[in-house]
């Protein structure tokens, strides 16, 4: 069994920064990619960013040279760091881990952190 747990979120001011943890446990061999998605209030849950197989970063457009992703494989462990954030950022932030076992891609989910940019 794989257990996902996150921090870090909490209310911030538009401009500021915040920095979101996950840390994984259990069954861990391959890592087909490990991120973030999030959810605002009415909306689709949507990537922010993931890393990849061999730990390459993705971002969402949205997250484009504000947000940086990084993943720790000792660790297991994949930290955004968000800067300049705007009151769009608001949602629930989940991480996500995807394992590769057994030519089959199985995904987790973590419990979700709130993000709240208001002023």
């Known amino acids: 069994q794989v257990h996902l747990v996150e921090s870090g979120g909490g209310l911030v001011q538009p401009g500021g920064s915040l920095r979101l943890s996950c840390a994984a446990s259990?069954?861990?061999?391959?890592?087909?990619?490990m991120g973030w998605f999030r959810q605002a209030p009415g909306k689709e849950r949507e990537k922010v960013a993931v890393?990849?197989?061999?730990?390459?970063?993705n971002y969402a457009d949205s997250a484009k040279g504000r947000f940086t992703i990084s993943r720790d494989n000792a660790e297991n462990t994949v930290t955004l760091q968000m800067n300049s954030l705007k009151p769009e950022d608001t949602a629930v932030y989940y991480c996500?881990?995807?394992?590769?076992?057994?030519?089959?891609?199985?995904?987790?989910w973590g419990q979700g952190t709130q993000v709240t940019v208001s002023s």
């Open positions: 996500n881990l995807m394992l590769l076992e057994r030519d089959k891609v199985t995904q987790y």
């Open positions: 259990g069954r861990i061999f391959s890592i087909w990619s």
């Open positions: 890393t990849t197989t061999d730990g390459s970063p």
